[in-house]
């Protein structure tokens, strides 16, 4: 054997071990869990919750996550740490995990909850404080332990928010193997490792990531890329609408899966439309300056990393826009192609909002529609109208999960306070995105269902209750 071979084969030998352990104290871990009492779950829970929503952890997480990664700001990182978590918290306290979850008497079944096992949690550098944790609160909801394999770009912060985690675990008494984090250095081998070693693999991140958690060969539940287009239509409140989409846009520089990234704008208000977001905060870019922030954005084809997620004056010095540019809070860059020959179509994770004008809103609806097969489908979209008709032909003809009506996708696609979809940090996007999933991840992603069945009084329709229609129309 050469040496490198030596080298190579020794290195599996140690990703193997790692992953075993870790494995193995996850497994010990959930046998002294108290997962048959409800009562000490929750508690469980919350203990994982108070380690981020805390103030002073969710302030020294934030400043932790923009020093290690760059990305965002530290006032959005501490609003994502503590909001998420609140809300998350809100949804798992009002479920049953354990146990008899739902009786049915009338169809003689009763439903027990058990857990799935040992969970792989990939996390991106876009949260490296308040992923791990939403993932491991659903997690242990369920009764289940978790392996956070965290972004290399944000192991430092994704390591102390494990810390925590376990060190509130241990204050309650809870075995703190329930959570536990891969070793430094991460690699693509560990964390490829640990999918395939593990009972549930649920991956946030890039769609590379996606890809290896769906072909590991365990079962596996991804997301799918944001892309969000919105219309603004001609019924549509434009100041709320434009205040909504630069509260969303802004909010941590951008790097939310769930900001807006087009707004496609009826004809006969557009240039309202267009002064309702220069008073909100936009930069309208001339036309000069449309191709600066191209090349700034995207250098050999792929998005620059010293301009995204950055704050807006950085943006506007290194892209060389007017002067007052630096004043302002996002950029907007009218455009009219979409698709691979037009980046500006696609996601920026940067404070620029690509701008469309459209005749009506049926080509407003074929706009979003283009731009979501060309990159987000099965995500999300929006509307801003006073015309609910709008609203329900966009859920009813796109191919997508989420429709968000007068909202600030930012903060309303990851559930919200006055909206009905669970809190979370992943979104699956269904089939549409090669995702086993249509709903925001949620707790009943981290249980399985045992089914106690009993007979119940015969339900058996006759052949002419089933069949008649079909004969009377068609005969026998």
Not at 228 to 234: A, T
Not at 247 to 254: G, T, V
Not at 447 to 460: C, R, S, W
Request: negative net charge; contains cysteine; glycine residues 8%.
């Amino acid at each position: 054997m050469t040496l490198a071979a030596h080298e190579s084969f020794t290195e599996q030998l140690d990703v193997k071990s790692a992953i075993d352990t870790l494995i193995s104290c996850g497994r010990a871990a959930m046998d002294a869990f108290d997962n048959h009492d409800q009562a000490r779950i929750d508690e469980a829970v919350t203990a994982l919750a108070w380690s981020i929503y805390k103030p002073e952890n969710a302030e020294a997480l934030a400043v932790l996550a923009v020093e290690d990664t760059g990305l965002g700001n530290v006032p959005s990182k501490i609003i994502k740490n503590t909001r998420k978590t609140f809300g998350t918290l809100r949804d798992l306290m009002r479920v049953k995990t354990t146990g008899v979850i739902e009786e049915l008497p009338e169809k003689g079944m009763v439903k027990y909850a058990k857990p799935v096992g040992v969970v792989a949690a990939v996390c991106p550098s876009t949260n490296p404080a308040a992923t791990p944790v939403n993932k491991a609160m659903m997690s242990v909801k369920g009764g289940n332990a978790v392996v956070i394999a965290p972004s290399p770009a944000g192991y430092g912060t994704t390591a102390k928010t494990v810390e925590l985690m376990r060190a509130e675990l241990r204050k309650g008494g809870h075995p703190e193997d329930l959570v536990q984090i891969l070793p430094s250095p991460v690699s693509k081998e560990l964390t490829q490792a640990l999918m395939e070693a593990s009972d549930l693999v649920v991956c946030t991140g890039s769609q590379n990531n996606v890809r290896r958690a769906y072909s590991s060969g365990t079962v596996a539940i991804g997301v799918g890329a944001g892309n969000v287009p919105v219309i603004i239509d001609s019924t549509a409140d434009l100041d709320d609408a434009a205040e909504k989409i630069c509260a969303s846009k802004i909010f941590d520089n951008s790097t939310s899966c769930s900001s807006e990234n087009s707004v496609i704008i009826l004809d006969d208000v557009y240039e309202d439309a267009i002064a309702a977001l220069e008073r909100a905060g936009g930069y309208r870019a001339s036309g000069d300056e449309k191709q600066k922030v191209v090349d700034t954005l995207w250098v050999n084809g792929k998005l620059n990393r010293h301009v995204i997620a950055k704050d807006a004056d950085v943006f506007a010095d290194v892209a060389g826009l007017a002067g007052n540019a630096k004043s302002c809070k996002f950029f907007m860059v009218e455009h009219e192609g979409i698709g691979p020959d037009h980046p500006l179509s696609d996601e920026k994770l940067a404070l620029v909002l690509t701008v469309y004008r459209a005749s009506d809103f049926t080509e407003a609806k074929d706009k979003v529609a283009r731009i979501l097969d060309f990159k987000g489908i099965g995500h999300s979209c929006g509307i801003h109208t006073n015309t609910p008709e709008h609203a329900t032909e966009l859920a009813e003809d796109l191919k997508v999960v989420r429709v968000l009506v007068n909202q600030a996708h930012t903060f309303g696609n990851g559930g919200s306070f006055n909206n009905g979809l669970s809190f979370t940090l992943s979104m699956g996007c269904g089939t549409w995105a090669g995702n086993s999933i249509s709903d925001n991840l949620n707790y009943s992603h981290f249980i399985n269902i045992t089914h106690l069945v009993t007979t119940v009084g015969e339900d058996k329709p006759s052949e002419e209750e089933l069949f008649g229609d079909y004969w009377e129309k068609y005969g026998k």
